[in-house]
C-alpha cells in the first residue's frame, strides 16, 4: 500500500506521530519531485535553492515551502489549462489580490475525501439535518469559486435538507430558521458558517430579539479567522461560552484552513485546540532564521499536506503566527500535532519616494 | 475646501480660500538671495542642531547642515559664478510643492532653495505626519512666530489635505511652478490638472539607483579601506529603509570573475558584521516581506538565486546574470538586493536605463567615471558619488539644476 493509501486507510487521529511524518515525508518527496517537473516557477525556484537534485529528504523540515503570497500575485500549477476542473479563489477584501488555486479531478477528489475523514470523525457518517449560516448567492458559481463559497459546498456534504440561514443581503431568515429547528428539535443537526458571520448575522439578531434555544445536541462548526471578532474583543471563550447560553449549543468546532490547502483543514478539538489531520503536518519557523521552533515557541506556521496534485502548495509558509503546544499527547485523545493560531503577522509598511499615492488608493476605497 | 494648516501657524480645519487669500496670492516676492531668507535657513539650522527631539534623526541633523549659513553661501555663490553679466535672476511667483509622503525629508530641501530664489511657497504635506515630522513642524512654528520674519512667514505656508483633485485644481491654477515629489503616479495625477500657460512643473519621476564596485580595488584595499565601505554602504542602503530611490537596489562587481567573487564574498561579509555592529534587525513583517520578494524574484528567473538564505543580520541578496538585470528594477526594500558580476564598467553602459538616479561607486577614478557617463550620453544617471553620499542631497537632483528651475532669468542688453 502507498503512503497515500495508508494515510487515508487508518482512522483519522489514530496515527503516531512518527510513523504519520514517515509516511508524509515519502509522500511529500514524491509531490516535490513531481511538482518540480510539472510547474516552471516551482522548478525555478529549487534551482535557485540548489535543491534541484534531491527529492528524498530525510526530515520534513527540509521540505521546501513556498509562500503563499506566491500564489495572488502569479498563476502557479503544475497541470496543463485543459485539466482544470475549478479554480478556486480566496476571499480577498478590497484592493487585495486574490489567490487562484487551480484544481484537477484528482486533487478535487482528495479534498473531498479528506475533508470526509476529519469532519465524520467528529459529527459521525450520518448526514445531519443541516443550516448554513450564510446566503446561497455564494455558491451559484461552480466553476470559479471563492473559499467561503468552496467552504460552504465541501461541508454542506455531511449534511441533508440544507437550509440557507440568511438572504441575499445577510438578514437571517428568522421566521424560516425556528420553523426548521422546531421541525428538527428531535435529532443532531449541524451548523455551519464562517466565524465572523455566526456571530455578526446570527447569534447577535438572536441576541437582540431576545430567542433562546435549546440545541443541546446541535454541532456548530465555523471558521475563517479570527481578526475581525477579536477587533470586537470576542475571544474563542467568549464566543463559545455565548452561543452556549443564547442556544444550548455545547459542541462548537473552529477550524484553522486555507484555500491554498482545502480539504486537509486543523479542526479544534474539546480543548480549545487545532489538531493536524492523518493528511496534513504543521512546523512552526523562526522568522530570524527561518528555521523550525521547537514546541511551545511563536513563530510563523507553514503548513504540510499531501493532498495538492495540481499545483505545488504541499508545502506552505503562512502568513500566520502560531504555537505547537505537543504531539501525541492532548488530552482529548487526538493524536498528531497540536497547536494554536496566534493572529496574523503584520503588514510591512515600507514607504518610499514614490508613495503619494497610497494614500490615494485607501482615501478612494473609503 | 476644508484644509488643515501646519505652518506659519497651526489652524485645524479651515476653508483654502481663507488661507489663499488675496493678500496671499497678490503679496510680492521677496528679491533673490535676500539676507533675511539665508538667515531664516540658517536659524532653523541652529534650532534644529539645539533641539533634543531632533537629536535621533539622523536625516534631520544633515538637513540641519546644509542649511547651514557657510554651505548655503557657497552653493549660492557657486550658482552666482554661472549667470551672465547681462542677466538677473529673479523668482517664479507661487510655487506649489508636493511633498512624499514618506519622512523622506528631501521636500524640505527643495522648498529652501525656493525660498531663497525668492518664491511664495505652498507644501502639501503628508496627511500622516509622523513624530518626526511633527516635530520638525513645531520648530519650524516656534521660529516663524518671531516677528523677525514676518515677511517669510507671510510667503510661506504648509498644509495638509486629503488627496482632492478639486484641491489640487485650484492650486495648480494659482501657480508658477509646480514641485512634484512622489514618484510617477503623483506626476501623472498633476499633469492632467490644468495649469496657467506660463506654470512650469519640476517633477521627480520614481528612480532606482545602484552601487558599482571595482572588484579589482577592493581586493587590493586595506582592511580598513573595506570596513569603511560597509559603513559607507549602510548609510545609502539602510537610511529609510532603502526606500529613497537614491539607496541603492543593486550593487554590481566589476573585474575579473574570480575577484568578483572574492569581492562579493567579502564585501556582504562586511555589510553583516555592520548589521550587527548597529543592532540592525528586521521586524517580523519586513522579515516576512524580503522572503516573499525573493521568492516571487526566483520564481521568475532561471539564474537569480540567494548569495545565503536569509537571516537576521543578513541582507537578502540575490545573484543574477547579466542578462536579467533589466527584469529586476523593483524591490521591496528593508535590505534586499541584486548583484551582478560585470567584467568592466563599459559593459553597464547599454543596460542605463533613463530610471537610474545615483550610482553610487568604489574604486573608480574621476576620469573613468567622466568617460562612462559621457558615453552613457544622458540615456539615464542622473548623479554619479562615492559610496556612502548617495542620500546627501545637492542642489543638482534628477538632472536638475534647482535654483535654476525655480527662477527666472532676466536679460537686460
Known amino acids: 500500500m502507498s503512503a497515500i493509501e495508508q494515510l487515508f486507510s487508518l482512522s483519522e487521529y489514530s496515527i503516531d506521530n512518527n510513523m504519520k511524518r514517515e509516511l508524509l515525508l ?29 527529492y528524498n529528504f530525510k526530515n520534513i523540515d527540509d521540505v521546501p515551502y513556498l509562500p503563499v503570497r506566491l500564489f495572488k500575485s502569479q498563476k502557479i500549477q503544475s497541470i496543463p489549462e485543459s485539466e482544470v476542473l475549478k479554480v478556486l479563489t480566496s476571499s480577498g477584501t478590497t484592493n487585495q489580490q486574490v489567490s487562484r488555486i487551480a ?223 505537543g504531539i501525541d499527547n492532548c488530552k482529548c485523545g487526538r493524536k498528531g500535532t497540536y497547536f494554536i493560531v496566534n493572529g496574523r503577522v503584520p503588514k510591512a509598511e515600507l514607504r518610499g519616494c514614490s508613495d503619494t499615492h497610497a494614500e490615494t488608493v485607501l482615501s478612494s476605497g473609503r | 475646501m476644508n484644509i488643515t494648516v501646519y505652518l506659519p501657524e497651526y489652524i485645524g480645519h479651515i476653508d483654502l480660500d481663507s488661507v489663499l487669500t488675496e493678500d496671499f496670492i497678490k503679496q510680492n516676492s521677496l528679491p533673490p538671495f535676500h539676507e533675511l531668507s539665508i538667515d531664516f535657513l540658517s536659524a532653523l539650522s541652529n534650532k534644529i542642531l539645539g533641539s533634543k527631539n531632533l537629536k535621533v534623526y539622523t536625516e534631520l541633523i544633515a538637513l540641519a547642515y546644509w542649511l547651514r549659513k557657510a554651505n548655503i553661501t557657497s552653493i549660492l555663490s557657486s550658482f552666482k559664478k554661472e549667470i551672465p553679466e547681462n542677466e538677473i535672476i529673479a523668482p517664479r511667483g507661487i510655487t506649489f510643492h508636493i511633498a512624499p509622503s514618506n519622512v523622506d525629508s528631501i521636500f524640505l530641501y527643495s522648498w529652501a532653495l525656493s525660498l531663497l530664489v525668492g518664491n511664495i511657497n505652498i507644501v502639501r504635506i503628508t496627511q500622516n505626519a509622523n513624530e518626526q515630522l511633527d516635530s520638525l513642524l513645531s520648530i519650524i512654528r516656534e521660529l516663524l512666530s518671531d516677528d523677525k520674519w514676518a515677511l517669510i512667514a507671510s510667503r510661506n505656508i504648509i498644509i495638509t489635505y486629503p488627496h482632492e483633485e478639486s484641491i489640487n485644481r485650484h492650486i495648480s491654477l494659482l501657480s508658477d511652478v ?90 556582504w561579509h562586511y555589510v553583516e558584521d555592520e548589521l550587527i555592529r548597529r543592532g540592525k534587525t528586521d521586524s517580523i513583517d519586513i522579515a516576512m516581506e524580503k522572503l516573499v520578494y525573493m521568492y516571487e524574484s526566483i520564481s521568475k528567473s532561471e539564474t537569480a538565486s540567494p548569495i545565503e538564505l536569509p537571516e537576521k543580520f543578513k541582507s537578502t541578496v540575490l545573484h543574477i546574470s547579466k542578462n536579467d538585470i533589466g527584469k529586476f528594477r523593483e524591490s521591496c526594500g528593508g535590505g534586499f538586493f541584486f548583484e551582478c558580476f560585470l567584467e568592466n564598467l563599459e559593459e553597464l553602459i547599454p543596460l542605463v536605463n533613463r530610471k537610474d538616479q545615483t550610482l553610487a561607486y568604489f574604486g573608480f577614478s574621476k576620469n573613468e567615471l567622466i568617460k562612462f557617463a559621457e558615453k552613457v550620453n544622458g540615456a539615464g544617471i542622473d548623479r554619479i558619488v562615492p559610496v556612502g553620499q ?19 532669468r532676466i536679460n537686460i542688453l
Open chain 2, 178 to 267: 509646480r514641485v512634484l515629489w512622489g514618484g510617477d503616479e503623483t506626476i501623472n495625477s498633476f499633469r492632467i490638472l490644468p495649469s496657467k500657460p506660463t506654470t512650469k512643473d519640476v517633477s521627480f519621476a520614481d528612480k532606482f539607483s545602484y552601487t558599482v564596485i571595482n572588484a579589482e580595488m577592493f581586493d587590493k584595499s586595506e582592511e580598513a579601506a573595506k570596513l569603511n565601505l560597509s559603513k559607507q554602504f549602510y548609510n545609502d542602503a539602510y537610511w529609510f529603509d532603502q526606500m529613497a530611490c537614491a539607496s541603492p537596489r543593486f550593487v554590481i562587481f566589476t573585474g575579473a570573475r574570480s575577484s568578483c567573487e572574492r569581492s562579493s564574498k567579502y564585501f
Open chain 1, 103 to 325: 484544481l484537477n479531478r484528482e486533487t478535487s477528489l482528495l479534498q473531498v475525501k479528506a475533508l470526509a475523514s476529519i469532519i465524520t470523525s467528529y459529527i459521525g457518517k450520518k448526514r445531519l439535518p443541516m443550516i448554513i449560516i450564510d446566503t446561497d448567492t455564494i455558491i451559484k458559481n461552480k466553476s470559479s469559486m471563492s473559499a467561503r463559497g468552496a467552504g460552504l459546498v465541501g461541508l454542506s456534504n455531511f449534511g441533508r435538507n440544507h437550509f440557507f440561514a440568511l438572504d441575499e443581503n445577510m438578514e437571517l431568515k428568522t421566521e424560516e430558521f425556528i420553523k426548521y429547528v422546531n421541525n428538527y428539535k428531535t435529532e443532531p443537526m449541524l451548523f455551519f458558517g464562517f466565524t465572523y458571520m455566526v456571530w455578526q448575522y446570527f447569534y447577535k439578531i438572536l441576541k437582540d430579539k431576545g430567542i433562546k434555544l435549546d440545541l443541546n445536541s446541535t454541532i456548530l462548526i465555523h471558521s475563517g479567522g479570527w481578526k475581525k471578532l477579536h477587533e470586537h474583543a470576542v475571544s474563542n471563550e467568549i464566543f463559545k461560552s455565548e452561543l452556549n447560553e443564547q442556544l444550548g449549543i455545547k459542541k462548537i468546532y473552529n477550524f484553522y484552513g486555507m484555500v491554498e490547502q482545502v480539504g486537509s483543514i486543523f479542526m479544534e478539538c474539546e480543548e480549545g485546540f487545532l489538531h493536524t489531520p492523518n493528511f496534513a503536518e504543521i512546523l512552526i519557523r523562526d522568522y530570524e532564521t527561518w528555521h523550525t521552533l521547537p514546541i511551545g515557541e511563536k513563530g510563523v506556521i507553514q503548513t504540510l499536506s499531501i493532498l495538492p496534485k495540481s499545483y505545488p502548495g504541499h508545502s506552505l509558509l503562512t502568513e500566520d503566527l502560531g504555537t505547537i503546544l
Open chain 2, 390 to 408: 548617495a542620500l546627501n542631497f545637492s542642489s543638482s537632483w534628477d538632472g536638475y539644476s534647482l535654483l535654476n528651475e525655480l527662477s527666472k
Open chain 1, 26 to 54: 515519502s509522500e511529500l518527496n514524491l509531490l516535490t519531485g513531481f511538482h518540480y517537473s510539472k510547474c516552471p516557477q516551482y522548478k525555478n525556484i529549487l534551482n535557485s535553492l540548489h535543491l534541484s537534485n534531491e
